[in-house]
T-cell receptor, first 112, second 115 residues
Framework: GENVEQHPSTLSVQEGDSAVIKCTYS??????FPWYKQELGKGPQLIID?????GEKKDQRIAVTLNKTAKHFSLHITETQPEDSAVYFC???????????FGAGTTVTVRA | DAGVIQSPRHEVTEMGQEVTLRCKPI?????LFWYRQTMMRGLELLIY????????DSGMPEDRFSAKMPNASFSTLKIQPSEPRDSAVYFC?????????????FGNGTRLTVT
């Protein structure tokens, strides 16, 4: 099955700086890559996703890039704010599947 | 919409007791998932329902775990008897259709502690 590795496990950044989280996947057939943000005491929430037919997607301060050849994808958060502090999960899935393979998560702390 | 609603938010029980977790998916969603989250194993898919029918229960850890979806607006996850290693946060999630073509919406989870 699919194996998703996520790095780093923790990330501390100064408010206003950028944060980057990287994930690699093992199954080259995977073609949908969502990112989830989990705040304390809440369930994961989808924040952005990318499909294999594009290399980059942006939504305001967050962006995701995908390198299919290298089988890795990354989340970029620019101009970080305290409300960006949370655990972020990457995931991967094939188009005909329903079982998301999640990374282990990255705890992001934005220092004021 | 109120989102996916789970109850209770917290459950503390003694080993050997029966535990029932409840979930109300978003109206109109035909896919429902139960996940378990622990520090050691991360997010694990326990069972997936499509149109109220269990499609894949291969993630259910043991026969002590069972799940039902009697109608489109309600699902339960039952653990009988419960054990300390079942302590985790259990999430219910729903989507319009699967995962690939529609976003997955998670509830806020039930934190289960078995002593």
């Amino acid at each position: 099955g699919e194996n998703v590795e996520q790095h780093p496990s923790t990330l501390s950044v100064q408010e206003g700086d950028s944060a980057v989280i990287k994930c690699t996947y093992s199954d080259s057939a995977s073609n949908y890559f969502p990112w989830y943000k989990q705040e304390l005491g809440k369930g994961p929430q989808l924040i952005i996703d990318i499909r294999s037919n594009v290399g980059e997607k942006k939504d305001q301060r967050i962006a995701v890039t995908l390198n299919k050849t290298a089988k890795h994808f990354s989340l970029h958060i620019t101009e970080t704010q305290p409300e960006d502090s949370a655990v972020y999960f990457c995931a991967a899935i094939l188009s005909n599947d329903y079982k998301l393979s999640f990374g282990a998560g990255t705890t992001v702390t934005v220092r004021a | 919409d109120a989102g996916v609603i789970q109850s209770p938010r917290h459950e503390v029980t003694e080993m050997g007791q029966e535990v029932t977790l409840r979930c109300k998916p978003i109206s109109g969603h035909n896919s429902l998932f139960w996940y378990r989250q622990t520090m050691m194993r991360g997010l694990e898919l326990l069972i997936y329902f499509n149109n109220n029918v269990p499609i894949d229960d291969s993630g259910m850890p043991e026969d002590r775990f069972s799940a039902k979806m009697p109608n489109a607006s309600f699902s339960t996850l039952k653990i009988q008897p419960s054990e300390p290693r079942d302590s985790a946060v259990y999430f219910c999630a729903s989507s319009l259709a699967g995962v690939y073509n529609s976003p997955l919406h998670f509830g806020n989870g039930t934190r289960l502690t078995v002593t």
